[in-house]
């Protein structure tokens, strides 16, 4: 499954995926991190560089169910910040389910402030 979005519950099919996330101008290879762990991949963050309009974007940071709680989303999402920094960028933006109180938690005290759509 790919692409769901928070509190829509789509899902994109993988030829839709690679049109809408990876073949655009903001993807950005050095973006995307993969926490591998004997040779299985368990988290990925994916993050975007949007110059025209002067931020970037955490596009998706998830880590298996029997990974979590080990610190892996809050590494990856870390190396994605990483990437928006050594870019030049300034500010940073993400999203995530409304009820996801753990994401939300690691959201906030990397400095995301809450903000309505």
């Known amino acids: 499954m790919l692409g769901r979005y928070p509190a829509t519950g789509s899902v994109l099919c993988y030829d839709e995926y690679v049109a809408k996330r990876i073949e655009v101008p903001s993807f950005h290879p ?3 991190v993969l926490a591998v762990r004997d040779g299985e991949w368990i988290g990925m963050s994916a993050t975007s560089l949007h110059p025209a309009e002067g931020y970037a974007f955490n596009e998706m940071t998830g880590v298996l169910a029997p990974y979590r709680g080990q610190g892996l989303s809050l590494a990856l999402k870390l190396l994605g910040i990483r990437l928006v920094r050594s ?5 940073v933006m993400t999203m995530h389910h409304p009820l996801n109180a753990s994401a939300i938690a690691m959201n906030r ?7 309505e759509r």
């Open 30 to 32: 050095g973006g995307v």
């Open 87 to 91: 870019s030049g960028y300034r500010r």
């Open 109 to 115: 005290r990397l400095g995301f402030v809450d903000q």
